[in-house]
């Protein structure tokens, strides 16, 4: 079986429509839309949010199987983290597509970005893990925290309950990834800097130009969320104690808060 | 997704929303512009397309082989905003079947093609061919 398989390469069935993320986003620029994300102020967030993840938590589990596979030499217990990772990705995969089914959506409603699957791409565990588990899984801590208050907001207890239950798992995940993150780079200066590079990148690619903030500081604005009127985030917001939770330093939620801080003053 | 009933019947949550259709001149608009393509027929596809995306078209028009396709099937769409994805496939008697996927857009009234890529051969399968 072939390692690294290549990001157009990544397989679906014909109803799914896969596009790069460059692309997507060229489409968002070409309606006069913000490029990087679905932002809470747009018609159909809850639904292409809802989306986004759940194609994000199949990539999740297609990744972690694939870092199995691609390094056979890591170590044993590295191994049964990432196995471990795949069963986690693959419950959560399901409870978003059934919430896609409660909020009246359906997976492939939306197309489905391949960024996720582009961390694949790197030849090193440690900065597959510095990549997916520390970058994308924490950012995906700040996304969840801000669906679960959003749910709490709408007074819907399943979209709060059945995403907190996911976001329990994440956090182990990101503090998997920076237990590995450190243990394969023991005694290896240049490849810890290499695996946080990669991270910073992901990191930056999503800061989304400002339009993040810490949670606190979200100007709040009234949005219609499945039916219900509700004064919620303008923002995608950063959530101090998610992250603290999932095991990254202050240093490091202060870092990306000031480049979130940093990109909106452009 | 299986077909799941009259979940009004259903014990526990019903959902929350309802689904939405594709407009139905987004879809006529594709049909159409997936005629003219299987044709390539590029002088009335010309007037169909923005202009950064006319190399795009005319590259895929030029990868389909003259008079080989008759018919065509759109498998997926999928929702961007305001515009639409639209994967189809190309059929004729004596030729492999060719898949496109176009990004339409209404502009000044209609459904006009933004992208247009040759996903033959790649992207679309579930494993095995690469």
């Not at chain 1, 159909?44 to 972690?64: C, N, S, V, W, Y």
């Not at chain 1, 503090?175 to 590995?180: F, I, N």
């Not at chain 2, 001149?25 to 594709?30: E, R, V």
């Amino acid at each position: 079986m072939q390692r690294m398989i290549a990001v157009d390469r990544l397989a679906r069935p014909d109803e799914i429509i896969l596009v790069p993320v460059e692309r997507i986003r060229e489409s968002r620029i070409d309606q006069g839309l913000m490029p990087n994300a679905v932002m809470p102020l747009e018609e159909d967030f809850l639904k292409g949010r809802l989306h986004g993840i759940a194609t994000g938590e199949m990539q999740a589990m297609e990744a972690a199987g694939r870092t199995l596979f691609d390094f056979p030499d890591a170590p044993w217990e590295f191994q049964l983290d990432m196995a471990r990772q795949v069963w986690d990705e693959s419950r959560h995969a399901e409870i978003f597509v059934k919430l896609l089914e409660y909020v009246g959506s359906y997976l492939g409603e939306f197309p489905e970005s391949e960024v996720l699957w582009s961390c694949t791409q790197v030849d090193d565990p440690a900065c597959r893990v510095a990549g997916i588990n520390r970058g994308l899984e924490g950012l995906a801590c700040d996304v969840f925290e801000q669906i679960i208050r959003m749910g709490q907001k709408m007074g819907d207890p399943i979209i709060e309950r059945a995403v907190d239950y996911v976001l329990a798992d994440e956090i182990t995940h990101v503090r998997m990834g920076s237990k590995w993150m450190r243990k394969l780079t023991e005694g290896d200066p240049e490849r810890l800097r290499r695996a946080q590079e990669f991270q910073d990148n992901i990191d930056a690619l999503f800061n989304f130009d400002g339009f993040r903030t810490a949670k606190e500081d979200a100007p709040q604005v009234p949005l219609v969320l499945g039916g219900t009127q509700v004064d919620f985030d303008s923002t995608l917001t950063i959530s101090r104690e998610t992250r603290l939770l999932a095991g990254f330093t202050d240093e490091e939620i202060d870092r990306l808060m000031k480049a979130a801080a940093r990109s909106s003053a452009y | 997704m299986p077909e799941l009933g009259d979940r009004s019947r259903a014990i526990g949550p019903q959902p929350i929303g309802e689904r939405s259709a594709p407009p139905p001149a987004m879809l006529a608009a594709a049909d159409r512009i997936l005629d003219l393509i299987a044709q390539r027929d590029r002088a009335m596809l010309n007037g169909m397309v923005v202009e950064k995306a006319a190399a795009e078209l005319e590259a895929l028009i030029d990868s389909i082989p003259a008079t080989a396709y008759v018919s065509h099937e759109i498998i997926a769409h999928a929702k961007a905003n305001d515009h639409y994805y639209v994967k189809a496939r190309l059929f004729g008697e004596n030729a492999e079947s060719f898949t496109l996927q176009l990004r339409l857009g209404a502009r000044g009234g209609r459904w006009i093609i933004w992208e247009a890529v040759n996903l033959t051969g790649g992207r679309t399968a579930w494993t095995s061919q690469g």
